[in-house]
């Protein structure tokens, strides 16, 4: 015995639903009334009995008014009535799904995810000694870390917390407010696009302790400005530097034959460098800048300047500490805000010698500026030029003070980090012999033979030279991270951000994701040379070596420019091999390869 259930009832109540007014409820209550008294009946059919009597004989449906319904018309009438019901009332399904809303106001800040271990710590954070904090913050790292990071690992951390808790996370607790990370490029875009001209960055705390309390300056440095007073410091300096670039562009040349010739030297007899070629890249990078600044030749590169007791070792050896220092002094809880450490103490002596050269440099800008005021001998100085010094003091009136603070953050920033891209470039061009190869036909156009003289204008006409050091730079970036504090509530990925919140854009993690680099992994240069929409955005907001917008580094053109032309030169002369163990970097508050570089320099002729 089969019990059949009416299947008209099912679309006439959607029908129900779905037409307004009364005609629709008349019929509903008319078809269904009958149906619900006939459904308490057992029908004694068979399956084949119950499609025999439906289909053998068809009848028009009975009218609903006046006679009952027998069994057999109700039969009929079921299929009848089902077959005209489909045409007549059949309605889209989308109209009762377009009844349902979704709140998509964005979630409260609270709500980002981030580890909670920094939280409990905040609790126990007043019993915690004041000198052992630093000791403590090396526990607290690795107790939410389960004892695998240390944050000295460049990004690793970041990558970390980004693989457990999504592309925002938030971090709060005793050794910081709150500070979000971000890496994803449509995230930092609107970072960007919401920030207006006068955007706040972090600073490098211990330098501005060291300017404003140890040797009593007004001015912290560049790299510690904001507002306005930036934007200013910003527009005096970038037009100088732009000139005193192409005017000592010959000079510039100069200096890198001098490297050229000192790695004939210095390579021993399977024309190998030393293990300290590291340290002929900050000579190199100092003899630039001191061309630039001072013009003059300080000798970085000559036998005589690797005498201990000579002014450019001493330059060397003190920029190599105020690094190591630095980075030591930045990591972990500043401790060096109440108290003298060793630390901060070795910091300040590193930075007492390269303040005690510039001053002695600034001192005789503003000698020669006197002499040529009083008329003195004013031809004999005019020959001699008029470097970038004597513009910031006589035609921009800067302070000598302000002075010295920005030429000692172009060097332990700038100089250090053009060295170690440069030492980058050259590692990925040995690493990979048919991108140095194409680079090399590229640089033959221009210098057919070792001797040919290069020009600004003809540096520029080397695109796969330019897409080979922004390839490096994404893999190596000189600043693993940009940072800014926020001056408006922003929305990031459905989450409210405030005001004030402290943000990390993790530019090194972008750059190597798979969804905004095809083979991340790769040295790929061609990558740089698309004309791809989607591509352009990844790379732009991807990757930002040299930051973005008006907080952008204001040392990128010379940076871009030396590196660029020293490159030309040994590829034009060289042929660059590495036959070690690949090379990463460290973080010392600019990335540093982790392996010495023990390249190969072959003669090409």
Known sequence: MIRLIPRCGIPLRKAAFSIDGCEARRRLSKLTSPLEVKRQESLQLTKTGALSATMAQPQPAPSLQGNPITRSESLRLLDSTSADISDTFDTPETKILQEVSVDKSPLPFEEIPGPAILKFWEKYWKYVPLLGTQLFCSLLINSFTQGQLHWNRNVTPMRYLFNHYGPVVRINGPMIGDVVMIHRPEHIAEVFKQEGQSPLRSGVDILQHYRLHHRKYRFPGPFNMAGAEWLETKAKIEKPLGEQLSSHFGKLEMVCDELAQRIRRIRNRQDEVHATFIQDLTRWGMECFSTLMFNKRLGFLEPAGFNSSSESARIVEALGAAHVYLARCETGFQVWRFVETPYSRRLFQACDVIDGVLGKYIRQAQRKLRIL??????????????????KLILDLHVHPDDVSTLLMDMIILGVQATANCQAFLLYFLAK??????????EICGIMPTRGSALSEQALKKLPYLEACLKES???RPLFPY???ILQKTITLHGYTIPKGTYLIMANEISASREENFEDPEKFKPERWLSDNTQDNFNQKFGCLPFGHGPRSCLGKNMAET???????????????????????SNYLMVSVPDRPLRFRFVDRD
Do not use: C, H, W
């Open 373 to 390: 005021a009083s008329g003195v001998q004013e031809e004999k100085v005019e020959e001699e030029g008029s470097p970038i010094l004597e």
């Open 432 to 441: 990979n012999p048919r991108a140095q190869r194409t680079l090399y036909e």
């Open 473 to 475: 730079l994404r893999l």
């Open 482 to 484: 940009l940072t800014r």
């Open 562 to 584: 030396e590196i660029m032309l020293l490159t030309t030169k040994l590829v034009r002369e060289f042929r660059i091999e590495y036959d070690y163990a690949d090379i990463g």
